[in-house]
């Protein structure tokens, strides 16, 4: 059994930075780890995504250049590093864990967090 728990989000300015941690209690070695994002009045959506060998990864188009996943095994934690934000990529994200999932079926997914907001102004 996985669980998830998310911080580092916040408000910040357009072209600023955040990152955000997830810390599993539970192994997750062997886990697809994903984290998405879910604004007002839309579905939820991957941001980016990470196999279990950590030489797989998977970014959305509108974050391409501008985030990064990666884990920290010894930690347990997997970490979204978020630079130059802009207003649409204000969102509560969401850290996921799946033992089969493929990087971008959110429906093949665990385990979730509960999120964090991120509010990126203008």
């Known amino acids: 059994q996985v669980q998830l728990v998310e911080s580092g989000g916040g408000l910040v300015q357009a072209g600023g930075s955040l990152r955000l941690s997830c810390a599993a209690s539970g192994r997750t070695f062997t886990y697809t780890m994903g984290w998405f994002r879910q604004a007002p009045g839309k579905e939820r959506e991957v941001v980016a995504a990470?196999?279990?060998?950590?030489?797989?990864?998977h970014y959305a188009d509108s974050v391409k250049g501008r985030f990064t996943i990666s884990r920290v095994n010894a930690k347990n934690t997997v970490y979204l590093q978020m630079n130059s934000l802009k207003p649409e990529d204000t969102a509560v994200y969401y850290c996921?864990?799946?033992?089969?999932?493929?990087?971008?079926?959110?429906?093949?997914?665990?385990?979730w967090g509960q999120g964090t907001q991120v509010t990126v102004s203008s």
């Open positions: 996921a864990a799946g033992e089969r999932a493929r990087l971008t079926n959110k429906d093949e997914y665990d385990y």
């Open positions: 990470d196999g279990w060998s950590g030489f797989i990864t």
